[in-house]
């Protein structure tokens, strides 16, 4: 990472997380939540804060390289927090995302097949301090990335993506995976950066995931062996996931490691034991905007503030619960109402009031908004865009 | 509607959505499918305007107002042709999609509670030519409404809504309707306007909606009459949505019709034979990035474009349809991956190939997005932001 690029940003981030002063980025009047328009998320820093220097430690204390995935907050102030905290890098998915992360970052992974002319041709104009790898799973994108990476006169970083249970990208035999690395290897403009592998299919809770990791390192270390067997040894074996992120370390062949959610966690990974509620720092705020129906309060934050994500662990009906409530959970939703179940509460809502609602899956509450407000307790301390959102 | 307001506009909309020739608003240089960057939604334009026209039709020919929902389009332009061929007005959700619409309808309906401080103050502050209208069911919303009209110097028709089996909002017995509609009248700033309803909970396919019709006739006649007796008629009965489109005459009461979907149609609306397969005029383009896991190929249309939600209608697994494939669907999902099921196909996709997704719920995919397409065959002809997307 050239320290001329990430220095000031660092020093500003660093400066605004630790000391609680609104963000000399985005400064805004200070307001309490009562006074801000719903829905919106919210998301509490001194969790965030929390979340980001408990993995900073865990893989400092393992040994492991940090390369979180921004798919998550999609902010380059966000990203230039975990940077500062020791990440190698950072992960992507979308050109954009690379696009944007590329101020605050010189050492980006695109963890998604660079496939189509436009995605090639903006990865290629990112800045040339910029080390780009992109993993793939196929000869067609080794061949297009490596024409692409030699007429733009860069080098290419390559991680050869292995598939290792999740059934989504990724070659499933060592054979072809072999095949392919030996593929990037014989191009000049790309470099044979690494292994990698995404263990998403383990949804397991966090007491329960013994055997399917174990299941993970015989899959991880057969590959491997092939690879070293034929003269490519992976420099890089880059995997792990928010749900197994405490448990990385038992699969000892992984250098790298790229969790997402970790930053602000949400119900699934509270619910799978990831997390404590409590290290939940994203909210949607919504207001309680009907009553009419009996058993039910409807608030105004629906599909399009929530996102229809079901929860991603062994049981529970809905798309949130209520941080403060959470026996109340959105049972069902519209574009714009949530529907809360009020069957085992005692709580009586009153159309005017106000809720945080702890959501099944983060990434895409982020996602749907533009715009998302830090608060420490009820102040809002300062607010800033979904910078990566979008194409 | 004031002509001055809408002349302009309509004129530029209708040369433009007549002529075939590229929007004046925004020009953009021409260009085929292959060179647009995926995923992206595409709207064909001439399917887009045989739907305008076809609903357009039905409501002159019933003697209905045609009041159509913007949510689905979120786009002054969509908006002005819709006004063009003789939309009385628009319908609202949100308070951006009411301000972004005043700037081509000044008679506006927000069909959404309107609690909370930030949302009365910018409803009060839309421009004063502005006739607003908004729905309601409750009492805190009725008195904070007058208070807000009153001290913005406005007077707010209101629609009294309710539930007629959808069990979202609205009251649910005449003697409630009846309190709050009195409420109302008795406010001078506000204007007791009509009734309002939303039968979304109607998802039998076209052939089977008699019977849900009957009741629903009947519960809006008992309602109705309920007023008629207090003395407090509606002169409104709005209602309406687009799988009952076709329907909306057999519910005699209902004077005004508030479809959205129409407007482009979606997988869901098809399945119900609400519309033909060749009136789904907005779909998801999408490239093939891995074919790596034998029987699927994945394509970069992912939860974060297409949006998570089931088909609403009697049957039917996954996201969405190819259009060229409809034996082949979106079986899952992750952020930025569609995994298409190859099961029933002959088709074999390669990497690197476009591929058009019809979605299950088009109004999601337009909300998640900030930039459409339009064409007319393959020659992409202009492009516009969804500008009442956000907040």
């Known amino acids: 990472m050239a320290d001329t690029v990430n220095a000031t940003t660092h020093g500003t981030c660093r400066r605004w997380l630790a000391s609680g002063e609104e963000s000399p980025l985005f400064p805004i009047p200070p307001m309490t939540l009562t006074t801000l328009e719903t829905p919106v998320p919210l998301v509490d820093l001194d969790r965030m804060e929390r979340n980001l220097d408990r993995l900073a430690g ?71 301090r910029v080390r780009l790898t992109v993993a793939l799973d196929s000869a067609a994108a080794a061949e297009a990335l490596a024409a692409a990476a030699s007429a733009a006169g860069r080098r290419v970083g390559v991680y050869v993506e292995a ?4 059934r989504r990208v990724g070659l499933g035999t060592p054979a072809e995976i072999v095949a392919l690395a030996r593929l990037v290897a014989s191009h000049s403009s790309l470099e044979l950066a ?20 174990a299941e993970l390192r015989r899959a991880l270390d057969e590959v491997i062996a092939a690879l070293t067997a034929a003269g490519l040894p992976p420099r890089v074996v880059s995997g792990g996931s928010t749900p197994t992120m405490m448990s990385t370390h038992q699969l000892p062949a992984v250098t790298e490691f790229r969790p997402g959610t970790y930053v602000f ?127």
């Open 265 to 391: 966690n949400d119900r699934t990974t509270a619910e799978l034991g990831a997390c404590d509620w409590d290290d939940c720092a994203l909210t949607v705020l919504a207001t309680v905007v009907s009553t009419a129906v009996p058993g039910q309060a409807v608030i105004d934050a629906g599909t399009k503030a929530l996102g229809r994500e079901p929860l991603r662990a062994n049981a529970g009906d809905g798309f949130g619960v209520l941080l403060s409530h959470r026996d109340v959970y959105v049972r069902a939703m519209s574009e714009e109402h949530g529907m809360l179940e009020l069957g085992s509460t005692s709580w009586k809502p009153r159309v005017g009031e106000q809720v945080r609602v702890i959501p099944n899956h983060v990434c895409i509450v982020v996602h749907l908004n533009d715009v998302v407000h830090g608060i420490r307790g009820d102040r809002v301390e300062t607010s800033w865009p979904v910078e990566a959102r979008g194409r």
């Open 58 to 128: 865990y893989t400092r204390a393992h040994g492991l390289a940090l390369r979180p995935h921004v798919k998550t907050h999609k902010s380059p102030i966000i990203a230039a927090a975990q940077l500062q905290r020791g990440a190698a890098g950072v992960t992507c998915a979308t050109t954009r995302e690379a696009e944007v992360m590329s101020a605050v970052c010189d050492d980006i992974l695109v963890a998604y097949p660079p496939v189509g002319e436009g995605r090639l041709r903006r990865l290629m104009a990112l800045a040339s």
């Open 163 to 166: 598939d290792l249970g999740m």
């Open 194 to 213: 690494g292994l990698t592998f995404y263990p998403g299919h383990i949804r397991e809770s966090v007491d329960k995931q013994a055997v399917a990791l």
